[in-house]
């Protein structure tokens, strides 16, 4: 199963090379990792996508990343009311017959043009897991070059409710 954990680390040298390596020791896959310096310059946000087998491990991860001298606060955010969003470049092989099209598939993803060569365009789009795969796979056609991907970042919605969003991200178990 996937799950989604955040903690709030000291903004240190070595912190992301300890994080990790206790999840490799335990032998957990990280599907994706996001760094980032919070409002408080002294502190990062990491955001993990963790494949594990149990729930047993997951609460046994947060115990020994709890006990990592450098990390102030360790959440498993996978079931609750959260925003989350991934970051994707992507380069395309677009004649400039095919650019016309290509922004006609841009504009419904609010995603950005924002290179564009002799034979390749590159797009930037943002938003939660689904919605970028699915703009990949309009994309696929045209022939990808490259592709550079943040992972994702998220945290607690201000409101505590149940999102019924459809857009929300969803994990599969």
Known sequence: MKRTI?????NTSGVLNRITGL???RHY???SITVGVTENPSVSRMT????????QNVEQVIKQLNKQVDVLKVKDITDESIVARELALVKIVASPQQ????AALVN????????????SMTIQITGDHPKVEAFIDLLRPYGIKEIARTGIT????STKKP???PYRLTLIN
């Open 6 to 10: 955040t903690a709030l680390v000291n």
């Open 99 to 102: 650019r016309g099209e290509v």
């Open 108 to 119: 419904p993803f609010r995603a950005t043009i924002i290179d564009v060569g002799r034979e």
């Open 154 to 157: 998220a945290f607690n919605r």
């Open 23 to 25: 999840f490799a020791r």
């Open 29 to 31: 896959n990280i599907e």
């Open 163 to 165: 999102v019924t969003d």
């Open 48 to 55: 993990f996508v963790v494949a594990v087998d149990s729930m």
